[in-house]
């Protein structure tokens, strides 16, 4: 089986009726690009940033040693886009030990983009370290766990902010697209809000879900209620896609969902187009959609987006 996934990594993932289907990796480290490239990927969809944070004991990465990470995964992926969300530390990443257990909910807390926000200087040190690495390759910088206006605007000010402070080094620097995690429920729902700022998004199943069904993702006494497929988790991602579509912006998923193989056929059905996953899914899921006619998944999709337990009728 493992073989015969592999003759299809350089086969094209495109459906039987013709569709481009864009398989994105998930990575954590700048040396996981070449897993990425080796899988097959067509790009990096998130570079969960966070992990070069992590576990230093409270010293941060400076804006060198950073430059040099985002630069190294750039150059990595040799010439295809790379998605680089900025840190998204808390909750089920805590920065350190010594952050480990200091917040009531960390979940509910001062995380990602939060914690972000709330020291914009050392924010800017990681915007304009990806702004100097998009000088090398094609950068999108993704915002996560946005659910505010107001913090889509501090967002937007401070990477204005960092590209003034390298314009008055003067250092060079690239353009980049800027794109927001959709992973509160509140952020889908004013999804048209987000449309207006952003040049596109990303689904975050595995917090959507989380925040959804006020389910702890790291909580195994409630693991059996964590539902990819329930209704209102489903009905919010639909009308994400759908709302994107309709202005003609990008919109992948990159939660564990867009790698569940289970879950291609639905998606597709949904009209996403744009998965972002773990390297190691890549081909299983290229194999789902070289199978797949989005024709015929729209209608079925629909039949599943409206029943009682969707999951009934994920096998048909
Ligand atoms: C998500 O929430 O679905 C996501 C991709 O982000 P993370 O798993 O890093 O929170
Ligand atoms: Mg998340």
């Keep these: 089986e493992r073989e015969r996934l592999a003759r299809l990594r350089h086969t094209p993932s495109i459906t039987l ?3 481009r289907i864009e398989l994105l990796a998930n990575i954590e480290q700048p040396a996981d690009a070449a897993v990425a490239v080796r899988a097959g990927a067509v790009g990096v969809g998130l570079f969960r940033t966070e992990f070069l944070f992590m576990g230093r004991n409270g010293s941060l990465p400076d804006e060198e040693e950073q430059y040099q990470a985002y630069r190294d995964a750039v150059e990595g992926m040799q010439g295809l886009p790379v998605t680089i969300r900025t840190i998204d530390i808390g909750a089920d990443k805590p920065l350190d030990k010594t952050h480990k257990d200091d917040h009531l909910n960390p979940a509910l807390g001062l995380r990602a983009i939060r914690w972000s926000l709330a020291d914009p200087a050392m924010f800017r040190v990681q915007l304009r370290a990806v702004l100097r690495a998009a000088a ?4 999108n910088v993704l915002f996560p766990m946005l659910a505010h206006a107001s913090e889509i605007h501090q967002a937007l000010a401070q ?35 987000f449309l207006r700022y952003f040049d596109f998004l990303s689904i975050g199943t595995n917090d959507l879900i989380q925040y959804t069904l006020a389910i702890d993702r790291t909580d195994e006494a409630v693991s059996h209620l964590y539902d990819p497929l329930h209704p209102a988790v489903l009905r919010l991602v639909t009308e994400v896609i759908a709302a994107c ?8 998923v990159c939660g564990e969902t867009a790698g569940d193989v289970t879950m291609t056929r639905l998606l597709l059905g949904l009209g996403l187009r744009s998965f972002s996953m773990h390297p190691a899914q890549i081909l299983a899921v290229k194999q789902e959609v070289l199978r797949a006619d989005t024709r015929k998944l729209a209608s079925w999709a629909q039949q599943v987006l409206t029943a ?6 994920l096998g048909a």
């Design 136 to 139: 090398h390759g094609q950068i």
């Design 17 to 19: 009726d013709g569709q």
């Design 159 to 193: 990477v204005a902010l960092a590209r003034a402070e390298l314009d008055a080094r003067p250092q060079v620097y690239g353009a980049v697209r800027l794109g927001a995690m959709v992973e509160v429920p509140a952020a889908a729902l004013m999804v048209n809000t």
């Design 245 to 252: 579509r309709a202005q003609g912006k990008s919109v992948s």
């Design 308 to 313: 009682e337990d969707p999951s009934a009728l």
